[in-house]
């Protein structure tokens, strides 16, 4: 079964989880505990983040082997053109592949902390669309490919429609599905779907969910990838700066989503749950998946 097959030939909404590197051997010992507590929910994948400038390159290939281990599960590493050669990349997919990575999430990845601009090395790459090309070409049929969408548009981006362009660039480079960067309105996603349907972007589509657990967090996230923040979300969230109440007020909100999405033909939903499990299971409690469109 191919990554673009596991969600078109499912009868239920699919969903998967994102990690990060821990920095400790506590944080990976956390990570463990919550991965467990998140497997109950039967997610079809699990991935993990890969830092800037490949800086958690060997702790990312650490967490897919353990979390394959633990899960038995397909695992996805994120892996990104920021400071790497051709060479060094296709080194890292080779250990990817014999730690047991099933799919990787090929992004071009954010320009160097003090830059405003990425910048590809000498025998790099400069686009996603390139890392795309490169695993299929080097790397023929050993991995599912997931790349990255943006339903508020890429902020490096000057209008939608270069960026829609961009995203089909990726696609037609040999891209099984794309996942979305998080958003707060579901209204975004359905009308970036829609333009990806009148592109002729006809690979699955995963809606991208952050549930937040405090208003500041979301103001914050917000800010740093341009996410819009609906007025019944800011309105309800700010009314009580309880911490009790702004937890169970985000996961309410990123159920009332999930919901929707689901009732809206998603055919998978991935969940950004930053190492965390607590706002995961109960925003996923009794929920269900099976597709309503």
């Known amino acids: 079964m191919t990554l673009a097959t596991l969600f078109t030939n499912s009868e239920r909404c699919e969903i998967s989880f994102e990690l990060f590197p821990p920095k400790t051997d506590k944080g990976m010992q956390n990570l463990q505990d919550n991965v467990q507590k998140l497997l109950r929910f039967n997610p079809a994948f699990l991935t993990c983040t890969y830092g800037a400038g490949g800086s958690t390159q060997s702790r990312t ?5 353990l979390v394959k281990q633990i899960s038995g599960l397909p ?5 990104t053109c920021v400071g790497s050669t051709v ?3 296709n080194d890292y997919l080779t250990e990817a592949k014999r730690r047991g990575a099933d799919y990787i999430v090929a992004l071009r990845g954010d320009p ?51 960026d829609l362009d961009n995203l089909k660039r990726k696609v037609d480079a040999g891209a099984d599905i794309i996942i979305t960067q998080l958003f707060y309105d579901n209204a975004d996603f359905y009308r970036f779907r829609e333009s990806c349907e009148a592109a002729g972007i006809r690979v699955p589509i995963i809606p991208g969910l952050l549930p937040v657990t405090n208003y500041k967090q979301a103001k914050r996230i917000a800010g740093m990838c341009k996410a819009a923040i609906p007025t019944e979300m800011s309105t309800a969230m700010s009314a009580n700066d309880d911490p009790d109440f702004q937890f ?27 190492n965390k499990s607590d706002a995961a299971e109960q925003l996923l409690s009794d ?6 469109a």
Not at 248 to 274: F, K, M, S, W
């Open 87 to 89: 060479e060094q990349l």
């Open 112 to 162: 160097p902390q003090g830059s405003d601009e990425f910048q590809a090395v000498d025998g790099g790459l400069s686009y996603a669309n390139e890392l795309v090309e490169l695993i299929r070409r080097d790397h023929a049929d050993q991995f599912g490919i997931a790349v990255a969408g943006y339903p508020e548009v890429h902020q490096e981006a000057p209008n939608a429609q270069t």
């Open 287 to 292: 929920i269900d998946f099976e597709k309503k």
């Open 61 to 65: 290939l650490e967490v897919v082997e």
């Open 248 to 274: 169970e007020c985000g996961v309410q909100h990123a159920r009332n989503q999930t919901i929707d999405l689901i009732h809206n033909g998603a055919p998978g939903i991935h969940y950004y749950v930053l």
């Open 75 to 79: 695992v996805a590493s994120h892996l």
